[in-house]
């Protein structure tokens, strides 16, 4: 991904806003203006509401990003414990890449652990109806709530039984 | 509503942006809807807002990619005129158009997103065309109105 150097003057500039444009107007406006009273430290000036909006954004942005991976995660555990013979070195390498994520994710965001078991439910309700697409399975064949613990799902080994070598006759 | 028991206790010790980016930012929204302004961290604040607003630089510069790249191909190959780089056009134009209305402002960005979505529209159309590089210019050779208006439709 390309990287902008930085906002255009205006953000760094610290004179005074006159008639603050409104965030419905003109959003990018209104970025540059709020970066420019915050950082010349003139905080009572910001729109606290519309800022606050903004990072909301950002905190649900991450919230998603765990239940995605947690999606993924569990709808390629679902489709290993019930189609054993599909199993591949893409299954556990899937397995393999979302647990890296979700291992990142709570280690940058501790405070993601107090949403974890909102965040399963939800990632597995979508893995589960991502396994019956893919898999051809029906409702009664997967369990309708997570079968699998937070620990489970991050440690349990999944791995494909290397074909053994033919022996030699 | 608004009295001094509805509001967020202090948040002591306040949660460091690089320790804990989510916490940080329910905490951040705490003060700011309190209206605690003193308490914000102002600094990772901002640098949050300004990743929001080049996002929205970089989505105007990405549409110029695509626009240019299939206003290249058609004017470099009118025998693969097609309607999908018709629709192509249109789409993107009508995302310029949707982000132009959002932030007026944006507008005096317009050059720089011109040609920073032309130089990546070009390598694409080099790419696709499969001509020589020596095709076409290297800074665009449309203006702004010529890209947005110019009529683009194949002939039923």
Redesign the interface.
């Known amino acids: 991904m390309?990287v902008?150097p930085?906002?255009?003057s205006q953000?760094t500039k610290s004179r005074p806003v006159k008639a603050p444009?409104r965030y419905l107007?003109?959003?990018?406006?209104w970025?540059?203006e709020?970066?420019a009273l915050?950082?010349a430290?003139r905080?009572?000036q910001?729109d606290?509401?519309n800022?606050?909006e903004?990072?909301?954004d950002?905190?649900n942005e991450?919230?998603s990003a765990l239940e995605s991976a947690i999606m993924v995660l569990t709808m390629h555990l679902l489709k290993w414990d019930h189609q054993k013979q599909r199993r591949s070195r893409s299954w556990q390498l899937t397995v393999r890449v979302q647990r890296k994520r979700i291992a990142l994710l709570l280690k940058?965001?501790?405070?993601?652990k107090g949403v974890l078991t909102e965040a399963v439910e939800v990632g597995y309700d979508r893995g589960r109806d991502q396994a019956l697409i893919e898999a051809k399975l029906t409702d009664k064949d997967l369990p309708e709530t997570c079968p699998y613990t937070f620990d489970e799902m991050m440690t349990r080994v999944i791995e494909i039984e290397e074909p053994v070598a033919r022996k030699r006759s | 509503m608004g009295s001094q028991t509805t509001k967020v206790r202090p948040v002591k010790p306040a949660t460091r942006y690089k320790d804990d980016v989510f916490t940080w930012v329910w905490e951040q929204v705490a003060l700011l809807r309190a209206g605690r302004l003193t308490e914000v961290d102002a600094l990772n604040v901002a640098e949050e807002l300004s990743d929001v607003g080049n996002e929205i630089y970089f989505r105007l510069e990405s549409s110029f990619a695509v626009l240019t790249q299939h206003v290249l191909q058609w004017d470099h190959q009118p025998q693969r005129r097609s309607k999908s780089w018709m629709f192509s056009v249109k789409e993107q134009r009508r995302r310029i158009a949707y982000l132009l209305k959002k932030s007026p402002g944006l507008k005096s960005e317009i050059n720089e997103a011109i040609e920073g979505g032309y130089a990546d529209g070009r390598g694409r159309a080099i790419i696709e065309t499969k001509l020589a590089e020596s095709k076409f210019p290297e800074t665009c050779p449309y203006t702004f109105d010529e890209l947005m208006t110019r009529v683009i439709e194949i002939d039923e």
């Open positions: 390309k902008r930085a906002m255009p953000a444009t107007d003109d959003t990018y406006t970025v540059l709020q970066i915050l950082k430290g905080r009572d910001i606290a509401e800022i606050a903004e990072l909301s950002l905190g991450l919230r940058r965001n501790p405070g993601l």
